[in-house]
C-alpha cells in the first residue's frame, strides 16, 4: 500500500514531467518524461523525473552529448516546475537518449 507521501510525491513528479514533455530546448527535444518515485541514499522518499531526449547533434570538440546551453535550458525549466508545483529536496533529474547507442564509441 502506497503512503501519502508517495502518492503526493507521484502527483507532484508527474505534473513536473507533465511540464516538460514534448518541448524542445535548443536542438533538443523531451520525448518523453516519466516520474519515478523511490528510496535515494539517504533513505529519504524521493523523485526522480527521467526525460527521455532527441538524439544530440553530431559531437563537436569531443563532446557526446547533448549541448550544454540546452542542458542549462532544461535545468531551468526542471527547476521551474518544481518551483511551481512546490517540490523541494529529494527530487533528482536524469536525462536518457532514445536510442541506447547514441552515445557509443566509433573511434576504436
Do not use: C
Amino acid at each position: 500500500m502506497r503512503t501519502a507521501e508517495e502518492m503526493d510525491l507521484e502527483n507532484a513528479g508527474e505534473a513536473i514531467a507533465a511540464a516538460l514533455r514534448g518541448r524542445r530546448f535548443g536542438s533538443t527535444e523531451v520525448l518523453d518524461a516519466r516520474p519515478r518515485v523511490h528510496v535515494d541514499s539517504t533513505d529519504e522518499l524521493a523523485v526522480t523525473i527521467v526525460l527521455t531526449l532527441s538524439p544530440p547533434p553530431p559531437p563537436t570538440k569531443g563532446d557526446r552529448t547533448w549541448p550544454r546551453e540546452d542542458r542549462q535550458e532544461i535545468d531551468s525549466a526542471y527547476q521551474e516546475a518544481l518551483r511551481a508545483v512546490g517540490l523541494g529536496g529529494h527530487s533528482y533529474l536524469r536525462l536518457v537518449a532514445s536510442a541506447p547507442d547514441v552515445f557509443a564509441r566509433t573511434d576504436g
